[in-house]
Structure formats: structure tokens, C-alpha cells
């Protein structure tokens, strides 16, 4: 226990003290010794001395240098452990807070609208029982795509997700997920446009990347206004392909865009039309992209939109 606490406090010396420290003693010593046995302090004795003292402060340096070595990997090992720890306790508060706050919300005005349609279904007239069925069906889709988001992300978070890299052109995929989206995009008469280089190859999941585009540009739409416009565009930058989805919307104030992708506080604000959202499609987004060794960011103007870019590796 002892040595320990000696060999910590050496640890924390510069080299310079260290052989000074040696020479020192050594020398201390072996004068000592040529007292003992010669009774005078001899030249060769010294030479003996100084010589054995730098062996001396080799070995000495050299066993501090392994011990700062381990000590500094310990503590790399233990912040990182630190560091897992603390997400995945992040994550699993977000699970549960998904599965108790979250998931159950949408089912009260479920629960809310049949409970009107059955207990005053004689007293209403037909465009009151429309009304509560496009109610119902619009809690109903906040609800499936909720736990569709839950679902993938906990997916994600197990390694569950099955990762399928191919060679596929973009072009394809970007249409793919624009007319998957058209529908929403055409209620709010947002009109909807892609400008990308011909033969745009990616090496990437297409599951996976079609989840991502159809994610920002449900974004986009949820957050652009009556009338808006929305707009797709690609960059070839050395053998990285950077895909933009840029809005002409309400936008986010700069103190908030850090928020976007932490999984702690989740960050959810209303759309223009009162559209809820579940604070999850970012993040899985990001931890999409990073399965597929891209990266996402942010960019935002109050009152004047956002830009979304993200980042794909170029298929040769």
C-alpha cells in the first residue's frame, strides 16, 4: 500500500527531479560504501557512482513511464465506461417516458371522440360524426407513426437493425420519398421540388436513407405554411455527397438547434398548422446516417426557413 502511494507520488514528478532525485542518493550511498569499506571517498567509487546512479534513474524512469501509462489508460477506460453509462441511463429514461408519457397521450382523445360518438350518437347530425372520425383518424396516424418512431429507435439502440449497404442512385430514392410524401405536402398546397446531377451514386442502406429523407421532408412540410415551397439539392464534394433539404418556413431560434439532436431533452415545437410531433425523428435520423457513415446538421433563420443537410458517402 505503501509503494503505491510512493510510486503515485514519484508519477507526479517531471523526469529532470527524477534523476536528480537518483543521482543523489546513489551517489549518497555509494559514498557511504567507501567510507564503510575504505574509509575515504575514492575517485573510482565516484565514476562507479555516477554511472550506477543513471542506471538507476533509467530504471526508475522507465517503471514511473509504465505506471503513468496504465494509470492513463485506467482512466480513459473509466471515463468512457463513465461515459456509456450515462447514455445509456439517458436512454433508458427516454424508453420509459416514451412508454408511459408518450405512447399513452393519443389514446385520450381517442377514448375522448368514440366515447362522444357513442354516447351522442343519435343527437349528431352527419358533418359533427365527420368531424370526429377525421379527428379519430388524425390521433389514430399521430399514434402509428409514434410507435413506428419507438419501434425503430429501439431497433437502433439494441443493434437490431438489419444494415444492407448497396450501390443506388439517389435521383430514384429522393422522387421515391417526395411522392411518398406528396399527399401531406399537397394539404397544405406546399409545393415540392429536386434538383439533383444525373447518375448520383451512394454506397448506403436505401431503407435506411429513404427513412431519413422522408423524415425531413415530413419536417419540412410540417413546419413550412400554407402555399410554402420546399426544396431538395445535392453537391458532389470529393467523393461525398451532400444532400440538402431546405424550407422556406417558420424556423428555429439558434439557441434551440443544439437541442435538436440531444437525446435527453427532447425538443418538440408545433407545426404551422398545429401538426404534434414526438421530438424522436431527428435523432433516429442521426443515428441513421451514422450507421451508414454519414452526419447530419442544421442550419435555421427565424421566419425565414431551414436547411438540413446531410452527408453520404459516394459510391464509386
Known sequence: MKF????????????????????ILTSFFVSCFSIIFHNRITYDYLITGFITSLIVSFIIINIVYVYQKELKNSEEKLKKSESSLLELNAKKDTFFSLISHDLRNPFNPLIGFTEMCLNKFDTLNKEKIKELIIRINKSAKFLYDLLENILLWSSIQTNKIEYHPIKFTLNELVDN????????????????????????????????????????ISNAIKFTHQGGKIKLSSIDNNGVVEIYVSDEGIGIISNDIDKLFKLKNRFTTNGTANEKGNGLGLLICKDLLKINNGNISVESKVNKGTTVKITLVKAN
Open 177 to 216: 420519398s417526395i411522392n411518398f410524401m406528396r399527399d401531406k405536402a399537397n394539404k397544405k398546397s406546399i409545393s415540392m421540388s429536386f434538383n439533383f446531377a444525373n447518375n448520383t451514386y451512394i454506397y448506403a442502406d436505401p431503407k435506411m436513407i429513404h427513412t431519413v429523407l422522408t423524415n425531413l
Open 4 to 23: 503505491t502511494k510512493i510510486i503515485k507520488y514519484i508519477s507526479k514528478s517531471k523526469p529532470i527531479y527524477l534523476i536528480i532525485i537518483s543521482v
